[in-house]
């Protein structure tokens, strides 16, 4: 989508009275041996507004631990914060955080910050022995606009080298979870 200067959206193919677009940039760069920076941003220079901020700070050593850290804003074009609903201010944490060589913990937090609402929490469990694996997480999200949450709760048994039973919870962390990996 195009918008022109007073946040109107352009039919596409249509030129704006625009002369800069917005200037886009990422950088990503390794803090320590284990700590990972990345930032996003796009800024709108005529109006001298940044429509998209992302911040990530990763932590993950060869261990299986795993922590991410992340806050990110977006914005109408037209500058006017909460204009519409896709305007967001969001804290986001994840993390794998091995107990033991056979249990983890698994969680998240994403945070509406103006808003001061829960989006997701889920926390779970992870158990792995040489014949089977076992991940248990329940989950409570944001359903709608309207503020009502749903929960869930996920098991998911794994015999290795043979089958598995539950709900796939590997590809849900994967997706909930930035740099995510099963360990069985």
């Not at 220079?45 to 998209?52: D, G, H, Q």
């Not at 991940?135 to 999200?141: G, S």
Request: with cysteine.
């Amino acid at each position: 989508m195009v918008f022109n200067p007073a946040g109107q959206l352009v039919p596409f193919g249509a030129t704006t009275d625009d002369p800069l677009g917005p200037i886009i940039g990422e950088a990503g760069m390794r803090i320590f041996n284990d700590w990972n920076l990345r930032s996003e941003i796009h800024w709108q220079p005529s109006e001298n507004i940044t429509e998209k901020l992302a911040l990530r700070l990763l932590y993950h050593p060869l261990d299986g631990r795993l922590l991410n850290l992340a806050y990110r804003v977006r914005r109408s074009p037209s500058g006017d914060f909460r204009r519409n609903p896709t305007d967001i201010e969001q804290s986001d944490i994840s993390f794998r955080w091995p107990l033991t060589p056979q249990w983890a913990l698994v969680g998240r937090w994403n945070y509406a910050v103006p808003e001061g609402k829960s989006l997701e929490i889920f926390g779970g469990i992870e158990y792995e022995s040489c014949c089977f694996g076992v991940r248990a997480v329940a989950r409570r999200f944001l359903n709608n606009l309207d503020g009502d949450h749903s929960t869930g709760v996920y098991l998911q048994v794994e015999l290795k080298g043979l089958a598995g039973i539950g709900k796939r919870t590997t590809e849900f962390l994967t997706q909930n979870i930035p740099g995510y990996e099963s360990e069985f």
